[in-house]
C-alpha cells in the first residue's frame, strides 16, 4: 500500500505541483474558524470569521457577549444560533483548561494527546481536530473533508461505508507519515478539479487504470 499511496501521490503532484506546508493560524483561530466553516462556503466562513474578529478584540470579548449579538454578527456563516453558542461553549472549555483563551500549549503535546484534548471540546469532531493539527500544528494527520473522502473511497483505499469520521483513522494508518500532507492537498485539488461529485472525469485522470471507481465504471468504448 505505500507504494500504491506514492504512485498516487506522484501521479497527482505532476498535475498539480508539490504542496508545501505553511503555517496558517494558531490552532485557537484555526479551531473557531473550523467552526465556522461547517456546512457553508469558504467565502462565508471566511467571512463571518473576519466579521467576528472585527467586532470582538479579544476571545475573551467573544466568550462573553450575548450570544445573540454574537449569532448576528456570523450570519453570513449559516447556522448561527447553533455555531455561535457553540463557540462560546469551546472558548470557555479551552478557558478551563489551562486558564487562558489560547491552545498554542497544544503544541507541547504528542499528537495522541493533543487530539485527544481537542476531541474532548463541546462539538469538535474528527476533522476539525484534525485541521488545527495539521494547518496550525503541522502534525502529520489527514483532515478527511468531502473531496479527500471521495477520492479515497473511489481509488479503493478505504470503504465508503466508513463515512468521513473513521476514514481518518484508517487514512492515517494507510499514507506513509512523510506524504500525509501532499496526500491530503493532492486529494483535495483532484476532487475540486477532475473526480468531482457528479460526473468524474476518468477520461482524463492520470490515476484511471489504478482506480477501483474507474475499472466498476468501465464502459465498451473506455476499454
Ligand atoms: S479514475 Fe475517475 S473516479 Fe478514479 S480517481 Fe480518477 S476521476 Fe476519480
Redesign the pocket.
Known amino acids: 500500500m505505500p507504494a500504491l499511496i506514492e504512485e498516487i501521490v506522484a501521479r497527482l503532484e505532476a498535475l498539480y505541483g508539490v504542496a508545501e506546508w505553511q503555517p496558517r493560524q494558531n490552532p485557537l483561530e484555526e479551531l473557531i474558524h473550523c467552526i465556522l466553516s461547517q456546512h457553508t462556503s469558504d467565502a462565508n466562513s471566511f467571512r463571518a470569521y473576519r466579521l467576528l474578529r472585527e467586532r470582538y478584540p479579544t476571545w475573551q470579548a467573544v466568550a462573553e457577549a450575548p450570544v445573540h449579538e454574537l449569532a448576528e454578527t456570523i450570519r453570513t456563516g449559516g447556522l448561527a444560533n447553533q455555531k455561535a453558542p457553540r463557540i462560546q461553549a469551546v472558548l470557555k472549555a479551552v478557558y478551563a483548561a489551562r486558564g487562558q483563551y489560547s491552545l498554542d500549549w497544544l503544541r507541547e503535546l504528542p499528537t495522541p494527546e493533543a487530539r485527544k484534548f481537542l476531541r474532548s471540546l463541546p462539538g469538535i469532531g474528527p476533522k476539525c481536530a484534525a485541521i488545527v493539527l495539521c494547518f496550525a500544528m503541522g502534525r502529520p494527520v489527514i483532515p478527511v473533508d468531502t473531496h479527500v473522502f471521495r ?1 479515497s473511497w ?2 479503493g483505499l478505504i470503504p465508503k461505508s466508513i463515512g468521513e469520521a473513521k476514514a481518518h483513522d484508517v487514512l492515517e494508518a494507510l499514507v506513509p507519515e512523510a506524504l500525509v500532507y501532499r496526500f491530503h492537498v493532492a486529494l483535495i485539488r ?1 476532487g475540486r478539479a ?2 468531482k461529485a457528479q460526473n ?3 477520461q482524463q ?1 492520470p ?2 487504470e489504478l ?1 477501483a ?2 475499472q466498476q465504471h468501465r464502459t465498451p468504448s473506455s476499454a
Request: glycine share 0%; charged share 15%; hydrophobic share 35%.
Open positions: 477520492v473511489r481509488l483532484h477532475i473526480c468524474p472525469r476518468c485522470c490515476l484511471q482506480c471507481y474507474a
